[in-house]
């Protein structure tokens, strides 16, 4: 275990170095591309933070607002019969907007149910087999300048769904 701990503290810098290496055995002028690359990166956050403002915005408001827990309840009524707790649907919810408002979430449910709950492991294994929709198709989207998603949103609900059924079955395969 030690050994990739050791690994672990070198793989970057590692990494970083083959790179500049690599371009000045090819003849690239190392720091005049990153300069480049670091520019047109800055470009792109300029160009998405109204975006992350926004959702970022929405993702507080439901949350203050106490939205989310009416969607829990109302939701929750349904899901507990195909055996999804209720409680974990504000972060579903959340999830398809913000990955770090999630977290948060996820923080609250381990301090009321505890992390080695059925619950905790439900909800863990619940960020890891879903991703932020909206935030995904608004910022790359823009970004990408794609006009018709088609069905990107249906596909990503879908796979969304399937990510769901598979926390609630792995978890209760772990938890047996």
């Known amino acids: 275990m030690q050994i990739l701990l050791y690994i ?70 349904f899901s507990s019969y195909i055996g999804f707790p209720g409680e974990l649907v504000p972060l579903t919810v959340v999830k398809m907007f913000s990955s770090s408002a999630a977290t948060g979430l996820l923080l609250d449910i381990f301090k009321e149910f505890g992390t080695d709950s059925h619950l905790g492991l439900i909800a863990s294994i619940t960020m890891c087999c879903t991703e932020t929709i909206f935030y995904t198709m ?11 998603s088609r069905y990107t949103l249906a596909g990503a609900l879908l796979a969304t769904l399937g990510g769901l059924a598979a926390s609630v079955f792995l978890a209760g395969l772990m938890s047996g």
């Open 138 to 148: 608004s910022v790359y989207f823009m970004t990408a300048g794609v006009k018709r």
């Open 8 to 77: 672990s503290d070198f793989i970057v810098p590692f990494i970083v170095l083959s790179i500049v290496i690599y371009g000045l055995l090819c003849g690239v002028n190392v720091y005049a591309t990153f300069i480049k690359g670091a520019k047109s990166g800055f470009l792109t956050v300029i160009r998405i933070m109204p975006t992350l403002i926004g959702l970022m915005a929405a993702v507080g408001i439901l949350r203050a607002s106490g939205f989310l827990d009416f969607l829990s309840s109302a939701i929750g009524q």
